[in-house]
């Protein structure tokens, strides 16, 4: 090379000194993470975070990642309780610095001939898990809003296969879905009446009763139903639809049937949770992404299909010097079958883990923090002045102060400023939701080191701060 700078880039020995470097800070913070010192996040407004930045001298690498550690939300240590986003297996995130660092893209197979491989076998071993037979196939893709996009295209693909002519297209689905369902839906070109929400019961799972009337009411309208999706489970609140129901549904008006396992599907591991999913084999296709309960890096999620022929007519079209059109079936051009082109190696990521500690680590991750989520509940019943919103499916728990002598009003206003005001504090990092008007803090289990005193001190936290009277509202 004939640029100085350009070979110190690729100097060998500086990379293997910052790597050390790198490796020695990630490592001292999971030890201090894990065993809960500082803060889960070191809360700054974003106007502060931006000048702060903006100021910032660079130095060395390590000084700046020294700064993005110390600015950063700790999804490590035991007082996160924040997003579903886990804390990474260090060995998972060394295969992310390997997939980083080789840049296979993995869109053809020669482009990434060792991911693409273990790609397939990553999602045999997942659809075997789920329950679907050898017809099955799936992939991975960048996360559970694209996973959602890629299976409801194949749906409508499908369906346009048996009715070409059709034009106002529906998709069924609970009120309580991500929001990247309805992004789904327009992106499909859905009109307003095509993105039927339906109601919820009181424990905001799909009220069974309400689907027949909304999906008869759907067709009055002259919209076409080419998909009922399953949450399991919703984002909010954590609960899981009933999937049997769902799949019988489709079945009786021959609706493709997709499942929303983004965040719960990594269950089908648990030995003792994976009953709550019972009916998920039903499903035409489902996502389960790797970075929300598998302690996977972000982002990878498993597409996984029936039907596996329904996974390559999503994007049947003309890209011929990428891929060449062949009799057999062509497993290893992945581009065919996922909206991007270029991805990750996210199959290492799944594998390495899979290999090094076999599949029962994700039995144990799910169980113990499903368990945790229990037993934070039956706290929280047993409080006076605590109410639970509804008794959990999953991780994901939602509850709030209460008080007899304030409206519901005031204590929306009084969840929110707790909430603030633990975010500002950084101790712990929690949430907060909406449902039914009212304000509740939400509070994922998402970390497998979170002892018990800790949920007894974030909750002693919240009651001190409601009646300390120091919240702005009191
Ligand atoms: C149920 C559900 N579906 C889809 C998504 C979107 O997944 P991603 O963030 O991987 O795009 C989420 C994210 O929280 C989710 O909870």
Redesign the pocket.
């Known amino acids: 090379m004939n640029s100085s700078k350009l070979s110190k880039v690729y100097n060998a020995e500086d990379f293997k000194k910052q790597a050390n470097a790198t490796v020695e800070l990630l490592s001292n913070h999971l030890s201090n993470a894990i065993n809960g010192k500082g803060k889960a996040i070191p809360y700054k407004d974003a106007e502060t975070e931006y000048q702060f930045w903006n100021d910032f001298e660079f130095t060395s690498a390590e000084n700046f990642f020294e700064n993005v550690l110390d600015r950063s939300v700790r999804t490590h240590h035991k007082k996160y309780m924040g997003?579903?986003v886990g804390a990474t297996a260090p060995l998972s995130a060394i295969a992310g610095l390997v997939s980083s660092f080789l840049n296979n893209g993995s869109a053809v197979y020669e482009m990434g001939m060792a991911n693409n491989a273990i790609e397939r076998i990553v999602c045999e071993l997942l659809s075997n898990k789920v329950g679907y037979d050898k017809n099955s196939r799936g992939f991975l893709t960048s996360?559970?809003?694209?996973?959602?996009l890629t299976a409801l295209l194949a749906a409508k693909a499908a369906y346009l296969n048996r009715h070409p002519n059709a034009k106002r297209l529906g998709i069924m689905v609970g009120e309580q879905?991500?929001y990247?369902i309805e992004r789904t839906g327009r992106i499909m070109g859905l009109e307003a009446e095509g993105l039927i929400l339906l109601p919820s019961k009181e424990d905001f799972t799909i009220d069974e009763h309400q689907v027949e009337k909304n999906y008869q009411r759907a067709l009055e309208q002259g919209i076409e139903v080419i998909a009922f999706i399953g949450?399991a489970?919703?984002?909010a609140t954590g609960k899981i639809d009933d999937l049997n129901f769902i799949a019988e549904f489709c079945q009786k008006h021959s609706i493709w049937y997709h499942i929303?396992a983004?965040?719960g599907g990594a269950a089908i591991f648990s030995t003792t949770y994976k009953g709550d999913l019972k009916g998920i084999e039903k499903a035409d296709s489902i996502?389960i992404?790797g970075?929300?309960m598998m302690m996977l890096p972000?982002?990878t999620?498993a597409v996984l299909f029936k039907n596996g022929t329904d996974s390559y007519n999503t994007f049947k079209q003309k890209a011929d010097y990428l891929l060449t059109a062949t009799e057999e079936e062509d497993w290893s051009n992945l581009a065919k079958r996922t909206f991007e082109c270029t991805k990750n190696m996210m199959a290492i990521e799944w594998y390495v883990m899979i290999k090094a500690y076999s599949e029962d680590i994700f039995d144990e991750f799910v169980t113990k923090t499903y368990d945790n989520c229990r037993m934070l509940a039956d706290k929280i019943k047993q409080h006076p002045s605590l109410e639970l919103a509804v008794d959990p499916d999953t991780n994901i728990l939602c509850f709030r102060y209460v008080h007899r002598a304030k409206t519901d009003q005031e204590l929306n206003q009084i969840n929110k400023e707790i909430r603030q005001s633990l975010l500002e504090e950084g101790d712990f990092y929690i949430l907060q939701t909406i449902l039914n008007e009212k304000v509740y803090i939400r509070l994922n289990t998402m970390n497998a080191f979170t002892e018990e005193a800790d949920y007894d001190l974030v909750l002693k936290k919240i009651i001190d701060l409601a009646d300390s009277n120091t919240l702005k509202s009191q």
């Open positions: 997003h579903q996360g559970g809003s694209l996973g959602n879905a991500h990247s949450n489970p919703s984002t929303d983004a965040h996502v992404d970075h929300k972000a982002i999620t």
